[in-house]
């Protein structure tokens, strides 16, 4: 079984954890393949240099796992990497939150058990494809979890003209606008309110940063809809973020947003739901006086 391993490269404190990864794989006999810029990581910050069958360094490669081990920035990076070869990733969680980065310290070994015995489940989650008529996002232009529109380098706020299909919508008054997947849902576009929606649901979210009305919410719209946007902005540009990977944009550029025409496979566990990840995550239930 060939697992290719994606890491960050902030996680010195969590080397315990990392070490503990490869020696499970070294265990089941996995055939392990380590992306370069980690590996460099791991010789160099952690002085440990395990023996692997492989480095990861361009776009493609042949993979039955990957494991992404990190935080949920890790694990954006790490589907960007696997882009649309479909190959399944699992997330480690050495970071903080993690919904996508899911599997704690605790799980690891026997997930990994699991996973060499095939007992887990994939799921197929959505991505956006941001196009512009001069592909002036210049780097991989899908998210998995939101495209943000946002201002840039003033106090003023922007004017996002969206349409949504043939139909016109409204001219957004905002800091930005957030178009975010199921997945995305519970990253930047619940920090604006946006909705929570569960992976499976065939929705987009439209979340407004800092609306200059109030009467403005966050709308859930059909992921077949085509999104299209217009930027009106002061200081004549304004600010595009896929995931986080953002490029500056001068004001009166077309985006429009649609599905992407593949999704990102994520490995989880057969005894854990999005519910119990909520549950978890959020400490929903959770009651402070209860604590010693």
Known sequence: MKFGIFGSNYQVEKQNLIKRLFEKLFSI??????????YTFLTDKLKYKPSVKGLLSGDTFDLDIALSVGGDGTFLRTAARVNKQNIPILGINT????????????????TLDEIFKNYYKVEERSLLRLHTQDRLFHGYNYALNEIAIL?????????????????????YLAD?????TPTGSTAYSLSVNGPIIIPQSNSFVLSP????????RPLVIPDTTVITLEVESRNEYFLVALDGRSEIFPAGTLLHISKADYTTKVIKRYNTTFYDTLRQKLMWGADARSRP
């Open 151 to 171: 201002k840039r380098d003033t106090s003023s706020m922007i004017t996002i003209h969206t349409s949504l299909g043939d139909d016109f919508l409204t001219s």
């Open 176 to 180: 930005g606008l957030l178009v975010a």
């Open 29 to 38: 006999e996995a055939e392990i393949y380590v992306d370069k810029e980690f």
């Open 95 to 110: 970071g903080r939150l993690g919904f996508l980065a899911d599997v704690g310290s605790n799980e690891l070994e026997e």
């Open 209 to 216: 940063v800092a609306p200059h009305s109030l009467n403005v």
